[in-house]
């Protein structure tokens, strides 16, 4: 197939970013050939700007990306927002009830440009390290009203049902719930996805036109996979994504572009 049109989406963690958070040299080289070459390669996280930013400026991305799980279409060369969508209002009485159930929650309320931080645990602490990010420590007075793209919820993985179940009955209505990673919780906007953002930045950048790939690993990627035209799931996958799955690859450690441009240059 032409490179020319096409256009490949890519999660970060677990799909193009390795076991230590790297992209390999070979995955470097496969993408900057195949964007030489007419093809178009962006990526879609559930990072917000400040996390993305570090991985966009590696990828020298020449085009948009879809960040904060769908909620906004971001173009870091030129540093605006093409599109965003943002929670309900009613996020900040949500924050505030989990905070007085769940005395030790940690919770990120991701504003933009800005990351802020009413709850600290482990957890959280130990994301913004990894992250290089330095979220703002306050209360949930102080974050300013309106310009909530997404509200994560940090919490240990085996106590993370009986805070789904809390926040799916008493803390979601307007919003999408979903799972970013086994201790991550989010509320997106209602109705956004990464398919979402994605069929998004098919359209502010006049790109409807493509053949679209999508890959990914978590079930937050599942409805990306399915609906693109060709959707894959690295080996390391949840299930959930590689039953939405056209094509399973090695894992995010195997140099996944790499496989799948060449998959792609064969089609």
Not at 4 to 17: F, H, Q
């Amino acid at each position: 197939m032409d490179f020319k049109n096409v256009i490949i989406m890519s999660d970060l963690d677990g799909t193009l970013l390795n076991d230590k958070k790297e992209i390999s040299k070979r995955d470097m080289d496969s993408i900057n050939r195949f964007c030489d070459n007419g093809g178009l390669f962006t990526i879609a996280t559930g990072r917000g700007y400040s996390m993305a930013k570090p991985v966009a400026e590696k990828l020298g991305l020449r085009m948009p990306a879809v960040i904060f799980n769908g909620a906004a279409v971001y173009d870091f060369k030129t540093e605006e927002f093409l599109w965003q969508s943002e929670v309900t209002k009613r996020a900040r009485e949500y924050v505030k009830n989990v905070i007085e159930h769940f005395p030790d929650i940690g919770i990120e309320v991701l504003h933009k440009h800005s990351v802020y931080v009413p709850a600290l645990n482990e957890i959280e602490q130990e994301h913004m390290d990894m992250e290089n990010v330095k979220g703002a420590l306050c209360s949930l007075d102080d974050i300013p009203e309106g310009g909530w793209l997404k509200v994560l919820f940090a919490y240990p993985a085996e106590k993370m049902n009986e805070l789904r179940q809390y926040v799916d009955k008493y803390c979601s209505e307007g919003t999408n719930p979903v799972l970013s990673a086994p201790i991550f919780y989010e509320l997106l906007p209602k109705g956004v996805s990464k398919a979402y953002g994605y069929k998004k930045l098919l359209e502010v950048t006049d790109n409807t036109h493509r053949f679209t790939v999508a890959a990914g690993d978590y079930p937050n990627d599942a409805e990306m996979v399915a609906t693109a035209d060709l959707g894959i799931a690295v080996s390391n996958a949840h299930d959930e994504v590689k039953k939405a799955a056209k094509l399973i690859i090695g894992s995010n450690n195997e140099d996944p572009m790499t496989h799948i441009i060449e998959y792609i240059e064969r089609l």
